[in-house]
């Protein structure tokens, strides 16, 4: 049979990248994602960084690898190791409720509690006009906040403004256009 390059490579990468029958898949529960690693250790090279929610199969059971805490993975792109502290065996993006496409904004201490009467606090608050207090959100790219604020009268359905420490942080963050899901509660 003659064989053409290209279904040779395709075959090639098949095989290289096929997840075994038996492969356990694991899911990124860090609502700041989860970076893929050269070697495990934090001191390695970050190959990658794998948003919530994302799957990754584990390449081999390496009992020394698990027993300092980590993971040998396989994704559809890369192999390398992930800190086992932040995967679980179940999706956590199953209890979440697309919002769709959210203007995300973003603002500094005001020198007044939130809305719900707490101080606001950065990798947690975030306002929003359109939501309930207290209602946690996942925005793509940030991870996991929780609705503390209000923001202006200005700020549309689809709108949210996370909270950072400093001006410099949300200038550098400027306006940005995210994928928004709310976290539902069980009940």
């Known amino acids: 049979m003659n064989w053409n390059g290209n279904v040779k490579a395709a075959l090639i990468a098949a095989a290289l990248f096929a997840t075994p029958i038996n492969a356990e898949t694991l899911y990124v529960n860090s609502g700041d994602g989860l970076c893929i690693r050269s070697l495990p250790t934090t001191k ?3 190959i990658d960084v794998l948003p919530f929610g994302a799957s ?3 390449a081999d059971d390496d009992a020394e690898v698990t027993r300092a805490g980590w993971h040998r993975i396989r994704t559809e792109w890369v192999d390398g190791y992930i800190c086992a502290d932040y995967v679980q065996d179940t999706n956590p993006t199953a209890d979440m409720e697309p919002l769709g496409e959210w203007h995300i904004t973003a603002y500094t201490w005001t020198g007044f509690p939130c809305a719900n009467g707490s101080y606001p606090q950065a990798g947690y608050t975030v306002a929003c006009n359109s939501l309930p207090m207290g209602t946690i959100v996942y925005i793509e ?3 996991i906040r929780t609705v503390e604020d ?5 700020m549309g359905n689809a709108w949210a403004d996370i909270y950072m ?7 550098q963050w400027g306006s940005q256009t995210k994928q928004v899901w709310r976290i539902k509660e069980n009940d």
């Open 56 to 58: 990754v199969y584990l």
């Open 165 to 171: 420490d400093t001006v410099d942080e949300c200038v």
């Open 150 to 154: 209000r923001g202006p009268a200005s």
């Open 141 to 143: 790219g940030v991870g």
């Open 44 to 46: 390695s090279k970050i």
